[in-house]
C-alpha cells in the first residue's frame, strides 16, 4: 500500500487549503485513516481521523475549521482547512490503518502566512 499526499502549499491567515491523500496498490482494504501534522522542533501530532463508518475525530485546535472526509471508492482521504492560522503551518501526513499496519504518505508542506 502507498499513500499519496498532495494539496499543500502557501496560505495566508483566513484562507483555505485542501490536502487528499489516495491510497494504492491491490487487495487490501482500509481501515481507519487521518491526518497528522508536525510543525519545526515539534511532535507529530494528531490532526483528524476518520473511521471506516465516516465517524470523525478532531484536534481541540483544529474543531470548527478543518474537515475530514474519505471516499472509499477512490481510496481517499480529505482534510478541508478552512480560516487557516500561522500555527498551522507543518508537513502534513496522512495514514491509513490496513489489516492493522500503519501506511504513511510521504507528507505535505503547509504554510501559513500572517
Known amino acids: 500500500v502507498q499513500l499519496q499526499a498532495s494539496g499543500g502549499g502557501l496560505a495566508q491567515a483566513g484562507g483555505s487549503l485542501r490536502l487528499s491523500c489516495i491510497a494504492s496498490g491491490s487487495g487490501f482494504r482500509i481501515n481507519n485513516m487521518g491526518w497528522y501534522r508536525q510543525a519545526p522542533g515539534k511532535q507529530r501530532e494528531l490532526v483528524a481521523a476518520i473511521t471506516t463508518g465516516s465517524s470523525t475525530n478532531y484536534a481541540d485546535s483544529v474543531k470548527g475549521r478543518f474537515t475530514i472526509s474519505r471516499d472509499n471508492a477512490k481510496n481517499t482521504v480529505y482534510l478541508q482547512m478552512n480560516n487557516l492560522k500561522p500555527e498551522d503551518t507543518a508537513v502534513y501526513y496522512c495514514?491509513?490503518?490496513?489489516?492493522?499496519?500503519?501506511?504513511w504518505g510521504q507528507g505535505t508542506l503547509v504554510t501559513v502566512s500572517s
Open positions: 495514514r491509513a490503518v490496513v489489516g492493522g499496519n500503519d501506511y
